[in-house]
């Protein structure tokens, strides 16, 4: 079975700070997807990355950064140079690829504040 | 880029009264829908998958009696909260995953609505 583990539930940081977030997942595929959400106080999931299995490479954009460990079962997210706006809910999933019908697992998230 | 467009945003409602929700593919074919539930400070839990043409399929604990779901296009999947009460209240979310028809392969990626929350008083 697929699980997806955010062990912070809470994390709060003073602008400007750097801050990381972590996720690890259990899945006995060996091909799959991981992805990041955003989901301000609206409500609305804002998608920030995918990730396939086969691809370790880290990624950056702008303040954001993923770091992909297969060898940990993890796909930890940091956010450089935190600011107000960057405050929300993060959520880890997992997906199986190639089907239509298997639904995105989520992670309890993370709640980040930033303080001014 | 695909776009699911979800119905109401935000709805409240009487006690015992039913309460529909829309999710709408606005420029792609969504064979299934996923409906998630998320109470406040909580994650999206997944309460049905539902298949154009075919009944939905529940995870456990979701009554199907309660929670009508109807797919009945490759456009347009509904999700009905019948006779609710005050513990249904909570923020739920629709989602697909765009479907080529051409390849039948599955784009990678998902797409959610906007979310619908729902206050029953």
């Known amino acids: 079975a697929q699980k997806v583990t955010q062990a912070q539930t809470e994390i709060s940081v003073v602008e400007k700070e750097d801050v990381t977030l972590d996720c690890v997942y259990e899945?006995?595929?060996?091909?799959?997807?991981l992805f990041w959400y955003k989901q301000p106080p609206s409500g609305e999931l804002v998608f920030l990355i995918r990730?396939?299995?086969?691809?370790?490479q880290n990624e950056i954009s702008g303040r954001y950064s993923w770091n992909f460990q297969k060898s940990t079962s993890s796909f930890n997210f940091t956010i450089t140079a935190s600011q107000v706006v960057d405050s929300a809910v993060y959520f880890c999933?997992?997906?199986?690829?190639?089907?239509?019908?298997?639904?995105?697992?989520f992670g309890k998230g993370t709640r980040l504040s930033v303080i001014a | 880029g695909a776009v699911v467009s979800q119905h109401p945003s935000r709805v409240i409602c009487k006690s015992g009264t039913s309460v529909k929700i829309e999710c709408r593919s606005l420029?792609?074919?969504?064979?299934?829908m996923f409906w998630y539930r998320q109470f406040p400070k909580q994650s999206l839990m997944l309460m049905a998958t539902?298949?154009?043409?075919?009944?939905?399929?529940?995870e456990q604990g979701v009554e199907k009696d309660k929670f009508l779901i109807n797919h009945a296009s490759l456009t347009l999947s509904t999700l009905t909260v019948t006779s609710a009460h005050p513990e249904d209240s909570s923020f739920y979310i629709c989602?697909?995953?765009?479907?080529?028809?051409?390849?039948?392969?599955?784009?990678?990626?998902?797409?959610f609505g906007s979310g619908t929350r729902l206050t029953v008083v």
């Open positions: 539902s298949n154009e043409g075919s009944k939905a399929t529940y």
């Open positions: 420029d792609f074919q969504a064979t299934t």
């Open positions: 989602s697909a995953r765009p479907y080529s028809p051409l390849t039948g392969v599955a784009n990678y990626g998902y797409t």
């Open positions: 999933a997992l997906s199986e690829p190639y089907s239509g019908n298997t639904p995105l697992v």
């Open positions: 899945t006995r595929d060996t091909t799959y997807y």
């Open positions: 990730r396939n299995s086969f691809d370790e």
